[in-house]
């Protein structure tokens, strides 16, 4: 059999998610094919950064997202950088979307991201790292090394821990 195209391969998994959570919402909440669609695309939103860091979710939507934790449980993981949170202009709290696999902040990205606790940025700082060239990376972004394979979370590490101090420094 061909192996799979990337696109064929994330529809497959899509239609596995959607096969999984049909039952639920269709007898539990009763909803319309229409509103179901409504209710899974209202909580991506894009944004200006959108052509660089792809899709943002928002609080609501990461919250079911992670199998129902709280506001405050969310906004206690970005105080402790253990998820990546960014602020818009009108004070609204997005979630980058590439944060996230199998309902969960991948563990890869969440070692990079408490590498940034001491800084004194904000969470379009980091997502703005993690998706810039990096000429030690061989003009790849951080994100892509470790989308290329987790393990590489050995490479973007260090990295991560030189931009944080220069970052911190006085």
Known sequence: M???TYRQQMFELLDQ???EQFERIVKELNLSPAAVVDRMLDGVHS?????????FYDTASVMRLLGGVSRQ??????KNRTILR???ADNKYLYPAFQFANREVRPELREVFILFRAAPVDGWA???WLTSPAASLGGKTPKQVLDADPE???TILP???ETANRWSAP
């Open 152 to 154: 590489n979370v050995t």
């Open 2 to 4: 061909a192996e799979l």
């Open 17 to 19: 998610q959607v096969d």
């Open 126 to 128: 980091i997502a703005e």
């Open 73 to 78: 449980a969310i906004s206690e993981r970005a």
């Open 47 to 55: 944004h200006q950064y959108s052509d660089q860091m792809g899709s």
């Open 159 to 161: 990295l991560a821990a």
């Open 86 to 88: 960014v602020t818009t």
